[in-house]
């Protein structure tokens, strides 16, 4: 499953060359990646409430275009792995229909109060299945 979302660079998200700055990226892919959590079925809040975290582990993004103030872009957003253990997302913004960037980001699935790893399958087995179930199967 993929989420698409739209944004449109503002004022303040560019830098003194009038582009969208790098940092900026980082921010519209954890938007991105809650409304895509929340589109499968549970927030981001109604997974905190049950005591699990999903702090990030790994982030990245490549830059192969650029964005400029009141750009109209779109994100596409796909969970592309799930374990026990983690939970990995990748992220596709277009501009005009021109891929200009695309992000990864890999969480860890933690206990809310220790930070130590949990086994999602095992400790919230129900949590795990609606992700599994909406997971881009390629």
């Known amino acids: 499953m993929s989420y698409q979302s739209k944004v449109t660079v503002r004022y303040a998200e560019t830098d003194r060359m009038g582009i969208t700055h790098h940092s900026v990226y980082f921010i ?3 938007e991105a990646r809650s409304m895509w959590v929340k589109s ?3 927030s981001y809040s109604e997974i905190e409430k049950r005591g699990i975290m999903m ?3 790994d982030l ?3 830059y192969y275009g650029t964005s400029d103030y009141m750009d109209e872009l779109l994100i596409v957003t796909s969970m592309t792995k799930l374990t026990a253990a983690k939970i990995c997302f990748e992220y596709n913004i277009y501009k005009e229909n021109s891929l200009i960037t695309k992000g990864y980001s890999m969480h860890a699935w933690v206990d809310g109060k220790t930070f130590k790893p949990i086994n999602v399958k095992k400790h919230a087995p129900d ?3 609606l992700m599994y179930n909406a997971l881009d199967k390629k």
């Open 127 to 129: 949590i795990y299945n």
């Open 60 to 62: 990245s993004c490549h």
């Open 28 to 30: 519209w892919f954890e």
């Open 40 to 42: 499968s079925g549970l």
């Open 55 to 57: 702090p990030v582990v």
